[in-house]
């Protein structure tokens, strides 16, 4: 029996070191192919609110950046989005906080049309499955109804 359970340790070594080494060149391959190639910045205002938002496109086609939402009457939205283009959408999930309450991270999904320079957001309909929340899929997104138009500014 004790010889089993060394003969089974002996082989899983190997094994085990194997796939650590896999990992690290996969980590170190993607590093190097996902530096940026853009940055924009862009602002929209609607009513008495206001969003500025960074996109950062990178080589291997995704996108990153930031998201600031300040409602006139509710506490603002802050924080990340990651996603791609698809065309001349941009798909993104958005990690934010609420107001002053770092603890608490909630994320929805966001599109934006890339049209004469400027990105639309688009309002459709979200469902939420095991915990992810996302587009239904087949129900289009509406960037007529969307409450902001990003112009693109400089970058500070």
């Known amino acids: 029996m004790k010889r089993n359970i060394l003969y089974l340790a002996l082989a899983i070594i190997p094994f085990a070191y194997s796939c650590t080494q896999n990992n690290k060149t996969g980590t170190?391959?993607?590093?190097?192919?996902?530096?940026?190639?853009?940055?924009?910045?862009?602002?929209?205002?609607?009513?008495?609110?206001?969003?500025?938002?960074?996109?950062?496109?990178?080589?291997?086609?995704?996108?990153?950046?930031?998201?600031?939402?300040?409602?006139?009457?509710?506490?603002?939205?802050?924080?990340?989005?990651?996603?791609?283009?698809?065309?001349?959408?941009?798909?993104?999930?958005?990690?934010?906080?609420?107001?002053?309450?770092?603890t608490k991270v909630f994320t929805n999904p966001l599109a934006f049309l890339k049209k004469d320079g400027k990105l639309i957001m688009g309002v459709g309909q979200i469902e939420t499955t095991l915990g992810r929340s996302y587009f239904v899929k087949g129900k289009p997104i509406n960037y007529e109804a969307g409450k902001f138009t990003f112009a693109e500014v400089g970058c500070k």
């Open 28 to 102: 170190s391959a993607k590093t190097k192919t996902d530096s940026l190639v853009n940055q924009s910045c862009y602002a929209a205002v609607f009513e008495k609110d206001s969003a500025a938002m960074i996109v950062k496109t990178l080589a291997s086609g995704k996108v990153t950046g930031s998201l600031l939402v300040k409602y006139a009457n509710k506490p603002e939205n802050n924080g990340k989005i990651s996603g791609k283009f698809n065309g001349d959408t941009l798909l993104v999930d958005y990690r934010f906080n609420t107001g002053k309450d770092t």
